[in-house]
């Protein structure tokens, strides 16, 4: 359950700024995705898109990670009689 909630998590940090950035580019600005590595960009006066494969594995890399580190503080939690703990 904690790796969907951090992996979720990392999702919607990464989409957030293409979803507000949405259709910018119909003047010279840009939409963007991507935290902590921007690694899709268009737009412009002079019209340009750019997909950055390193970044997005890397921002992919990051996202698995936080995501493993949240599964594992809840699995731990649940194991050893946290707040929400299931006794056997």
């Known amino acids: 359950m904690g ?7 990392t999702a919607t940090a990464n989409v957030a700024p293409y979803l507000l950035s949405y259709r910018a ?3 010279d600005r840009f939409e963007h995705a991507g935290i902590p590595f ?12 750019t997909v950055n494969y390193q970044a997005l594995a890397v921002d992919a890399g990051i996202a698995l ?18 707040a929400h703990a299931t006794r056997p």
Not at 3 to 9: D, P, Q, S, Y
Request: charged share 10%.
């Open 3 to 9: 790796f969907v909630l951090g992996l979720a998590a």
């Open 25 to 27: 580019y119909t003047g």
């Open 38 to 49: 921007t690694f899709f960009s268009q737009g412009g006066f002079v019209y340009r898109r």
């Open 65 to 82: 990670t936080i995501a493993l580190f949240i599964g594992a503080i809840c699995a731990t939690r649940r194991r050893f009689g946290g």
